[in-house]
């Protein structure tokens, strides 16, 4: 197996289970699920949707920016929310951080997320 390489960085919230932001073998990044945490103080930014997918977008950019990339290298993005019906505000903000050729994605509605998160993100990037 090729060697994992630990990518780390103190711009986005430090891991508060057993996983790493985010791990690079060979090329390929594959980015654990951020939610709307202030890396500063580990604390939820806001309770409000759109403030919460800005922050995560940010935490994302932060850990592919420690691993040598950008968000345009997400090859895959994984968008996980507690209420479908704000997709569409999702890809308004989506296109604030990306531009055209989008990476594949998907959208799931799930029960709950930690710390009661409204959103969550996880990706695969290739550096």
Avoid: H, W
Wanted: glycine share 6%; net charge negative.
């Amino acid at each position: 197996m090729a060697e994992k390489i630990i990518i780390a960085t103190d711009k986005a919230p430090q891991a508060i289970g057993t996983y790493s932001q985010a791990v690079k073998v060979g090329s390929t990044v594959y980015l654990s699920g951020q939610i709307p945490l202030d890396p500063k103080t580990m604390q939820m930014v806001s309770d409000e949707f759109e403030a919460q997918v800005v922050q995560v977008f940010d935490n994302l950019t932060a850990v592919c920016e420690a691993a040598g990339g950008s968000l345009s290298d997400i090859v895959k993005l994984n968008i996980f929310m507690t209420d479908l019906s704000n997709f569409a505000t999702v890809n308004e903000i989506m296109e604030r951080y990306f531009s055209q050729p989008y990476p594949a994605r998907a959208a799931i509605g799930v029960k709950q997320l930690p710390k009661d998160s409204l959103v969550e993100m996880d990706g695969v990037m290739e550096v």
